[in-house]
């Protein structure tokens, strides 16, 4: 093997006694970025600090504290289970548990399958996603922004808007059931390409075969990424790339040629007239005839010498938009069906997977409407027509129609009886939240003011359920509640409602609307953690310490959990114990606490489960 193409034993030696996590990153990073193969990436999985950093990225989470088919959460999280992980992995007798399965609803009225593994595996998981991340990040296509760090949905949509011009024909793709047909030996060989460490593949392949109870019944997997899974993202990213691949190497380059179009005739033919129509002192008919030439393209659309082919790919939806006949668009996508068939035993959803023409028709991409613009008398500061054949993007129509329909009855705005009985400061926050929550999602449409409808139908319904509430009238509610409040480009009227906490606290302030229905181009939409490097979390370094927060011992300790704060403040608990008092005072969700006083700690509050 040529030099450099794995590491050396010394290079081996000192990766394998490096206690930072974060320089071991870096290392498995640096060899993605050089396209090295990876060895001995199983002998990583026995350094405490890569567990104790995977325990403070996801310790947060609200599956944390559900239990999957064993009773075991992150509560009492220790250096000794992660110890006793590391000794299991050390000697290969690490088993994974079967995840338990339930449903989660689909906004198609359909259920998804999720599994929820045992902390034990969620922590391995994390662990195993890190180094996969590390090695795989730096190789995957620019095209893929699914389950990417600093990529999501507004970097995917802003590639169409900013890069595509001139499409003709968007093939809209949806691989049907893509993560619960993912072949398992087709994955591993992806893998093995790369990785070459045995026990680190049978890891992973242990990891697909585990199965799943579903009412206490053991089913085994015989295909497919385990969803709910911490490792299942990555996974399925580094099986796509081959997609992304097959795309950049095999469709783009055949049908990508000529540099620009030729010039258009009658476009032509119509300048040279109004030109000598100048010359002829005619001025006016020069007028009308570049009038005219501005109502057709200055490019001829059927240039036969002229192809262009754009890709991009979030999880298992891909759009591709091609300028050219729709013989040869018909044909990319029976490429891609033979593809995903004959390689990566995948299957294209026929009734997702459509060829859109551009120009009279929309075409559907995470969640929003996709179109090609078209207004003839947009001009840039050179006279240039900026608009014509830019992608742009909508707010579907029927998604407005179907956000209403939730606060209507009988077509009209009603009241919502499930919330009469909260506060009128509760119900003006929930309002709010979800308002606000559409909002983001669609600020990237141009016309993200058809919102406006939504709006409308939402404070309607805000102010019957508080007339409702108060058995009082919506003109009263009106009158009670609306103010007048400054925003960025003028003033609006909102609902706010005022809850006083004495002189010592701020009030609380709920408010529904004051927010801009403006179009924001360059948005970009948090649908991604943000990524969070080289420093150690506050609660591992709590841990480290091995110091009882509670009694002062010293020795070997636990992290005690809570769901949520609101569980230390429930009415009716009469006396609370101190370490209630501690973790509300210092409003955190966590307590390390030694062995002896965690308990204590359960035999006051008994250990809930939510199976």
Same mark, same amino acid.
């Given at each position: 093997?040529?030099?450099?193409?794995?590491?050396?034993?010394?290079?081996?030696? +000192?990766?394998?006694?490096?206690?930072?996590?974060?320089?071991?990153?870096?290392?498995?990073?640096?060899?993605?970025?050089?396209?090295?193969?990876?060895?001995?990436?199983?002998?990583?999985?026995?350094?405490?600090?890569?567990?104790?950093?995977?325990?403070?990225?996801?310790?947060?989470?609200?599956?944390?504290?559900?239990?999957?088919?064993? =009773?075991?959460?992150?509560?009492?999280?220790?250096?000794?289970?992660?110890?006793?992980?590391?000794?299991?992995?050390?000697?290969?007798?690490?088993?994974?548990?079967?995840?338990?399965?339930?449903?989660?609803?689909?906004?198609?009225?359909?259920?998804?399958?999720?599994?929820?593994?045992?902390?034990?595996?969620?922590?391995?998981?994390?662990?195993?996603?890190?180094?996969?991340?590390?090695?795989?990040?730096?190789? #995957?296509?620019? !095209?893929?922004?699914?389950?990417?760090?600093?990529?999501?949905?507004?970097?995917?949509?802003?590639?169409?808007? %900013?890069?595509?011009?001139?499409?003709?024909?968007?093939?809209?793709?949806?691989?049907?059931?893509?993560?619960?047909?993912?072949? !398992?030996?087709?994955? &591993?060989? @992806?893998?093995?390409?790369?990785?070459?460490?045995?026990?680190?593949?049978?890891?992973?392949?242990?990891?697909?075969?585990?199965?799943?109870?579903?009412?206490?019944?053991?089913?085994?997997?015989?295909?497919?990424?385990?969803?709910?899974?911490?490792?299942?993202?990555?996974?399925?990213?580094?099986?796509?790339?081959?997609?992304?691949?097959?795309?950049?190497?095999?469709?783009?380059?055949?049908?990508?040629?000529? +540099?620009?179009?030729?010039?258009?005739?009658?476009?032509?033919?119509?300048?040279?007239?109004?030109?000598?129509?100048?010359?002829?002192?005619?001025?006016?008919?020069?007028?009308?005839?570049?009038?005219?030439?501005?109502?057709?393209?200055?490019?001829?659309?059927?240039?036969?010498? #002229?192809?262009?082919?754009?890709?991009?790919?979030?999880?298992?939806?891909?759009?591709?938009?091609?300028?050219?006949?729709?013989?040869?668009?018909?044909? @990319? +996508?029976? %490429? &891609?069906?033979?593809?995903?068939?004959?390689?990566? +035993?995948?299957?294209?959803?026929?009734?997702?997977?459509?060829?859109?023409?551009?120009?009279?028709?929309?075409?559907?991409?995470?969640?929003?409407? @996709?179109?090609?613009?078209?207004?003839?008398?947009?001009?840039?500061?050179?006279?240039?027509?900026?608009?014509?054949?830019?992608?742009?993007?909508?707010?579907?129509?029927?998604?407005?129609?179907?956000?209403?329909?939730?606060?209507?009855?009988?077509?009209? =705005?009603?009241?919502?009886?499930?919330?009469?009985?909260?506060?009128?400061?509760?119900?003006?926050?929930?309002?709010?939240?979800?308002?606000?929550g559409l909002f983001q999602c669609y600020l990237l449409a141009f016309n993200v003011h058809r919102l406006w409808r939504l709006h409308r139908v939402m404070e309607l319904s805000l102010t019957h359920t508080l007339a409702d509430k108060f058995k009082t009238s919506v003109n009263q509610v009106y009158r009670k509640y609306q103010k007048t409040v400054e925003v960025p480009h003028g003033t609006q009227k909102v609902l706010e409602v005022i809850v006083d906490r004495g002189p010592k606290k701020k009030p609380l302030v709920a408010r529904f609307g004051g927010i801009e229905l403006r179009w924001q181009k360059y948005a970009i939409l948090n649908d991604h953690p943000k990524e969070v490097f080289g420093v150690r979390s506050e609660v591992v370094?709590?841990?480290?310490?091995?110091?009882?927060?509670?009694?002062?011992?010293?020795?070997?300790?636990?992290?005690?959990?809570?769901?949520?704060?609101?569980? &230390?403040?429930?009415?009716?608990?009469?006396?609370?114990?101190?370490? @209630?008092?501690?973790?509300?005072?210092?409003?955190?969700?966590?307590?390390?606490?030694?062995?002896?006083?965690?308990?204590?700690?359960?035999?006051?509050?008994?250990?809930?489960?939510?199976?």
């Amino acid at each position: 093997m040529a030099k450099g193409d794995r590491w050396s034993d010394d290079q081996d030696v +000192k990766v394998r006694e490096m206690r930072n996590a974060e320089t071991i990153l870096g290392v498995i990073s640096e060899r993605g970025r050089r396209r090295l193969p990876l060895e001995d990436i199983y002998r990583q999985l026995f350094n405490p600090d890569l567990f104790l950093r995977a325990y403070g990225r996801i310790y947060r989470n609200d599956g944390a504290m559900t239990p999957g088919s064993t =009773p075991e959460t992150v509560d009492a999280m220790s250096l000794e289970k992660i110890d006793a992980i590391i000794d299991a992995l050390r000697h290969e007798r690490y088993r994974w548990t079967p995840a338990r399965r339930t449903y989660i609803a689909k906004k198609s009225g359909k259920l998804r399958p999720l599994g929820i593994p045992t902390w034990s595996d969620k922590l391995l998981q994390e662990v195993v996603r890190s180094l996969l991340n590390a090695y795989y990040e730096p190789q #995957f296509s620019p !095209h893929s922004h699914g389950f990417r760090p600093h990529r999501g949905c507004h970097t995917a949509l802003g590639e169409i808007t %900013q890069r595509w011009r001139g499409v003709k024909w968007f093939i809209e793709g949806d691989i049907s059931q893509c993560f619960d047909r993912i072949d !398992h030996p087709v994955l &591993l060989s @992806i893998l093995n390409e790369k990785l070459h460490d045995q026990r680190f593949l049978r890891l992973l392949a242990n990891l697909l075969d585990t199965g799943y109870l579903e009412d206490w019944k053991y089913h085994a997997t015989l295909s497919g990424s385990p969803q709910g899974a911490v490792a299942s993202p990555i996974l399925s990213n580094v099986y796509l790339d081959k997609l992304d691949q097959f795309v950049e190497t095999v469709l783009i380059p055949a049908h990508n040629h000529g +540099k620009r179009r030729k010039p258009y005739p009658p476009y032509m033919a119509l300048l040279n007239s109004a030109r000598r129509k100048m010359d002829a002192e005619k001025t006016h008919e020069a007028w009308l005839l570049r009038r005219q030439a501005q109502q057709m393209p200055s490019r001829d659309p059927n240039d036969p010498d #002229f192809r262009r082919l754009w890709y991009v790919r979030y999880a298992d939806d891909f759009l591709l938009g091609f300028s050219g006949p729709r013989e040869e668009a018909e044909q @990319i +996508k029976r %490429q &891609l069906e033979e593809f995903l068939r004959d390689s990566l +035993k995948l299957e294209l959803s026929r009734g997702k997977t459509l060829i859109t023409h551009a120009r009279t028709e929309a075409a559907r991409f995470l969640g929003y409407e @996709i179109v090609t613009l078209d207004a003839d008398e947009k001009h840039d500061p050179r006279g240039h027509r900026c608009i014509n054949g830019a992608p742009g993007l909508k707010v579907p129509a029927d998604v407005i129609r179907t956000k209403c329909s939730r606060y209507m009855q009988r077509g009209k =705005p009603s009241r919502l009886a499930a919330r009469l009985h909260e506060t009128d400061f509760s119900i003006v926050t929930q309002y709010q939240a979800e308002y606000r929550g559409l909002f983001q999602c669609y600020l990237l449409a141009f016309n993200v003011h058809r919102l406006w409808r939504l709006h409308r139908v939402m404070e309607l319904s805000l102010t019957h359920t508080l007339a409702d509430k108060f058995k009082t009238s919506v003109n009263q509610v009106y009158r009670k509640y609306q103010k007048t409040v400054e925003v960025p480009h003028g003033t609006q009227k909102v609902l706010e409602v005022i809850v006083d906490r004495g002189p010592k606290k701020k009030p609380l302030v709920a408010r529904f609307g004051g927010i801009e229905l403006r179009w924001q181009k360059y948005a970009i939409l948090n649908d991604h953690p943000k990524e969070v490097f080289g420093v150690r979390s506050e609660v591992v370094q709590r841990l480290l310490a091995q110091k009882c927060e509670l009694c002062g011992a010293e020795g070997a300790c636990q992290v005690h959990h809570v769901h949520k704060l609101a569980d &230390l403040n429930r009415p009716g608990q009469g006396e609370k114990p101190p370490w @209630i008092k501690r973790m509300a005072a210092r409003r955190r969700k966590t307590l390390v606490v030694c062995q002896k006083c965690h308990a204590a700690i359960h035999r006051e509050r008994p250990r809930r489960h939510s199976f």
